[in-house]
């Protein structure tokens, strides 16, 4: 109760992961429009790389707010 | 519960992914945070009841969603893939009616028992229940089993990582098994629990993208059912129940009655309500509500878990090339053939590009990481609580037990590790410790219901009925594997395929001890009821949930998910 840290919440690691890992995701999509490779898994069109990225950064980081260790008043 | 014999004869061929950089960037992220919850956690794991039950201080969801991911592994994910490709839906089964009801009746009946008991694992409830000699029996032979089985699944995982990434496969052991032995020994349960709460969501996310993507391809369900059927020539691959009439009528080779009482009844059961690796996760739990809800939380994903796991064996049966994957002995006789067993990462490759292909690859890490945790840390509880305070150092301080929970964790992988390496040079014990394994869940099914419902229980019917239940398994199993003819008699036809022996040896062996508990129970003499308060139905005192709303009682969302459950059924029949 003196200013001490409380115990981090499984769901802020969670949401750290996730969101490194969408930023990583998404930028190689982005990466991946623009300089499109020579080979390219089915459906490649619809660039899954961008939004599931997007989506993990977007789960990420509202696990990241929402659990955001806090220090006990 | 598992496939692995299949897995194991998967022909190394060539590789079927290459990673780049970002994917290996996303690989080492994993196994970072992983330790660093394991270090995180180390100073919250200082008594026992911290390190063997995570101080019993888990809320409901994270209790579930571990309780579900314990049983999770990438060798379940990836072996079940591979059986819908091989024999369509019914696969689903065992997602299904191989556990929905057994997990709501965890849920309901049978955890008030474990929870008030304040038992730390299941051969302790044994104890408490039928004494010291039914504890021993369950203890000795949990904890081998468990080190022989994660030996086993880390071998196996090792030999799919040199097949789909061409890893080397001592690589692949040390590190995975290692990173395991180091956050459990340092975090104890909780760190188990909370990796395995992460492993959970990387597992979903990792495979999600595969059935989805695949979905569009092939049209939706509908364009998916269609293909199958041109390519099959048969419908019957998307249906669960109608082809079950006859043994004959199905590519499984099983009757309903097999899947509905072998399946559904006893080895589910047994599974779900007895393996202290599941079981254990839900004894965290921080109250009894939470207790019983986390099983039904965690059957509700559970139900979920065919459309990433079973979905993409279909999508393989509707969109690779007719013949492309054939049966493992044949695969491993041919250079570069690929098995029923790759379906999942062929699929993976098929949809994913660099960073998408890394995130599923850290999914089959993540499930066979928490795969082995559950079994490690089930272990280091089972040998310092159940052998090594019970029958070696009876009073010692607490910090004692703790340090030696630590160093059986890392024995424990040790010897994993020590029978990963005895596979790899005699495989054919694979197959004889599937069976071990298998001979003790479902006596020890019958032993535990009979324990927790019916007072005239006596100490020593448990201990002789789970003995002769476990002893007639090992009997039926031995006189098919000496005369082939006595298939027809166990499995009732001499067509039933090796799973389906296995589901009706399960039955007959719950059977006989159930017959030999009652009987013994007769012409001995009970405990006084005074003795079994908190332990059976009659003599403890449930708490009453009626003040509750509805929507935060366990019994409502059981209702809600067995619904759920039934619809399902009806839907794909």
Excluded at chain 1, 2 to 18: A, D, N, R, T, V
Excluded at chain 2, 429 to 456: C, E, N
Excluded at chain 2, 548 to 553: A, M
């Amino acid at each position: 109760m003196s200013g001490k840290q409380e115990s981090i919440s499984i769901w802020f690691f969670i949401g750290s992961l996730l969101a490194f890992y969408g930023l990583l995701i998404l930028g190689y999509g982005v990466y991946a429009l623009v300089w499109p490779p020579a080979t390219r898994p089915v459906l490649a069109e619809l660039h899954a790389d961008v939004w599931w990225g997007a989506l993990l950064v977007a789960v990420g980081v509202f696990y990241c707010i929402k659990f955001f260790p806090k220090r006990a008043k | 519960m598992t496939l692995l014999p299949c897995l194991l004869v998967a022909a190394p061929a060539s590789r079927l992914i290459s990673l780049g950089g970002v994917d290996l960037v996303i690989i080492v992220a994993y196994f970072a945070i992983v330790l660093g919850i394991g270090f995180y956690l180390k100073k919250r794991a200082s008594t026992g009841e911290d390190f063997f039950l995570a101080g019993r201080e888990m809320t409901a969801w994270i209790a579930g969603l571990s309780f579900l991911s314990a049983n999770l592994g990438s060798l379940e994910l990836m072996g079940w893939a591979g059986a819908a490709y091989q024999y369509g839906i019914l696969a689903t089964h065992w997602y299904w009616i191989g556990a929905i009801p057994a997990m709501l009746f965890l849920a309901i009946v049978m955890m008030p028992f474990y929870y008030i008991s304040k038992t730390h694992s299941v051969p302790g409830y044994l104890q408490l229940r039928f004494g010291e000699p039914a504890r021993a029996l369950s203890a000795a032979t949990f904890a081998v089993m468990t080190v022989l089985m994660s030996g086993i699944n880390m071998y196996a995982m090792a030999l799919v990582m040199k097949v789909v990434l061409g890893w080397d496969i001592n690589f692949s052991i040390w590190v995975a098994s290692l990173t395991v032995a180091a956050y459990v020994a340092l975090g104890g349960l909780r760190s188990a629990i909370f990796n395995e709460v992460l492993q959970f969501m990387l597992i979903w996310l990792g495979a999600l993208l595969i059935p989805i993507l695949g979905l569009i391809e092939a049209g939706g369900w509908s364009g998916l059912q269609s293909r199958i059927a041109a390519n099959l020539g048969s419908g019957s691959y998307t249906h669960l129940w109608s082809t079950m009439g006859s043994f004959t009528d199905n590519p499984m080779g099983i009757h309903w009655t097999g899947i509905v009482l072998g399946l559904g009844w006893v080895i589910s059961f047994g599974y779900w309500t007895t393996d202290f690796l599941v079981v254990q996760r839900l004894l965290a739990a921080k109250d009894l509500r939470s207790a019983k809800l986390a099983p039904a939380i965690g059957a509700a994903f559970k139900m979920m878990v065919p459309f990433i796991v079973i979905l993409p064996g279909l999508l393989g049966l509707a969109l690779l090339p007719p013949g492309m994957l054939i049966p493992e002995g044949e695969a491993s006789k041919i250079v570069g053939a690929h098995s029923y067993n790759e379906v999942l990462p062929l699929m993976l490759a098929r949809y994913c590009g660099p960073g998408l292909l890394g995130l599923g690859i850290t999914a089959l890490i993540a499930g066979f990481m928490s795969g082995m945790a559950g079994n490690v840390s089930a272990f280091a509880t089972v040998w310092s609580y159940d052998i090594y305070r019970a029958f070696i150092r009876k009073k010692a301080p607490d910090a004692h037990y703790v340090r030696m929970g630590r160093w059986s964790t890392i024995l424990g992988v040790l010897a994993s590790i020590g029978t990963a390496y005895l596979v790899m040079q005699f495989k054919s014990i694979m197959d004889y410790v599937q069976a071990l394994f298998s001979f003790f869940i479902a006596p020890l099914f019958g032993t535990v219901l009979l324990g927790m419902l019916w007072k005239r229980a006596t100490p020593a019917g448990g201990f002789w009925g789970l003995l002769a239940g476990t002893a007639s398994s090992i009997a039926m199993w031995v006189w098919v594997k000496l005369d082939p003819q006595a298939l027809a008699v166990v499995a009732l036809s001499s067509d039933a395929k090796p799973m389906a022996e296995n589901m009706y040896r399960a039955l007959w062996s719950w059977l006989v001890c159930v017959g030999v508990t009652v009987v013994v129970s007769y012409m001995t003499q009970p405990k006084p009821l005074s003795e079994l308060q908190g332990l059976v139905y009659g003599c403890t005192e449930v708490p009453s949930e009626k003040h509750l709303p509805l929507v935060k009682r366990p019994i409502f969302w059981a209702v809600v998910v067995a619904a759920v459950f039934a619809v399902l059924n009806v839907l794909f029949w």
